[in-house]
């Protein structure tokens, strides 16, 4: 833990990540200065860290003060402005921050908050947190319909768990493959999944064989490893064969047996945008020169969850092309499903903050969920 006087801030903890801290303060003027720590990555996607006040029976200001340095280093902060991180005090719910005050000393950009003085401590993030917490509350909710099954370990020895419902296996029943945190730090994909479980929980939903992997890169999820493009490949571009990360062979391996066990209809890839971004929820086709079957279906899955979104979340343009990330040397699961499975992939980008005007919170990324849930339901039925 790092301290001065009676403010302490701890980032060690399930998805902690804070780096360069400091703290100025006295009976007037609250203050910290903070990083988002890459963790070894070439980017920096997350922040997460608790200010605990060890003494709140001394004199302290009404609001203390938060100032994210070097802020154009976060991914997808281009415009800093744009960055409302959230934060909760103790047995409280979440609250988004509203204003921002931005600063340029010597060339290099800062963005600061003022939020309530902590009493006695504030969590203080990116974007809404989802762990294991929150797949327990998850379990619980759904009253037995949700099973979990571990399917492998991560790099660092953690297992990777599936989580399916309780329908028999048959080669005419539609099968759905949902994928949430490829990477660690993008938890909207967490939020967006928990809705799809919920709907399908609360509907008792027995008409297709639903599995999903909810924290794909656990071991980053739980150390706070939240960051993009490091000395490992990103899960997101280690599919193929061979695989070039351990968890993408492990899900490669369940993947190919949930196809032995439905009429695989699609698999979906729930990712986010990055800090700033706000026109809205979008989605990347498969990469390929020659469409095929699974290309045209992928792209008529597009079109549902277009219409099912609406103009409260879906972006004006929904559909895009990948960037190109020549560096890499695997491929992006989408790709790999079109070319391995013969299946339709898509993966969906979510916003950290909102869809347009919309401001997105875990209410709105569980009713894009929802939505998801009814929409893939009606076209499979249809069917």
Not at 154 to 171: A, T
Request: glycine share 8%.
């Amino acid at each position: 833990m790092l301290h001065t006087m009676s403010l302490r801030v701890d980032a060690k903890f399930s998805g902690g990540n804070a780096a360069a801290v400091r703290v100025q303060q006295n009976e007037n003027l609250a203050r910290i200065f903070f990083s988002a720590n890459p963790c070894g990555g070439a980017q920096a996607l997350w922040f997460n860290f608790r200010i605990i006040a060890s003494n709140p029976e001394t004199q302290h200001p009404d609001t203390l003060t938060i100032t994210l340095e070097f802020a154009k280093n976060l991914t997808g902060c281009e415009t800093p402005s744009d960055l409302h991180p959230v934060f909760r005090g103790e047995g409280q719910g979440w609250s988004r921050t509203r204003s921002s005050n931005i600063s340029r000393d010597d060339g290099q950009v800062s963005v600061s908050w003022t939020i309530p003085y902590p009493a006695p401590m504030t969590e203080f993030a990116l974007c809404y947190p989802y762990g294991q917490p929150e797949i327990k509350t998850l379990m619980q909710k759904s009253k037995g319909y949700w099973n979990a099954s571990p399917i492998g370990l991560s790099q660092d020895g953690r297992y990777m768990q599936r989580i399916s419902n309780p329908v028999e296996p048959s080669s005419c029943l539609p099968g759905l493959y949902l994928i949430a945190r490829q990477h660690a730090g993008e938890t909207p994909g967490s939020w967006v999944l928990d809705g799809i479980m919920q709907h399908f929980s609360r509907t008792n939903e027995g008409r297709l064989l639903i599995w999903t992997i909810p924290l794909a890169d656990i071991g980053g999820v739980e150390r706070g490893h939240y960051g993009r493009g490091g000395i490992c490949t990103d899960l997101d571009q280690a599919w193929g064969n061979p695989p070039l990360r351990y968890e993408t062979g492990a899900m490669q391996s369940d993947l190919a047996e949930w196809q032995t066990r439905c009429q695989p209809a699609l698999v979906l890839d729930l990712q986010a945008t990055g800090g700033t971004e706000s026109d809205g929820i979008y989605c990347y086709l498969p990469q390929t020169e020659a469409p095929d079957a699974p290309t045209r279906d992928a792209e008529k899955w597009a079109n549902v969850l277009r219409i099912a979104l609406g103009d409260d979340y879906a972006a004006e343009t929904f559909k895009r092309e990948r960037p190109s990330r020549p560096q890499a040397v695997g491929m992006p699961l989408d790709n790999y499903v079109r070319q391995t499975l013969e299946c339709s992939a898509l993966t969906l980008l979510l916003p950290y903050g909102s869809c347009g005007k919309t401001i997105m919170a875990p209410k709105q990324y569980r009713d894009v969920g929802s939505r998801i849930a009814r929409a893939v339901i009606q076209r499979v039925t249809r069917n």
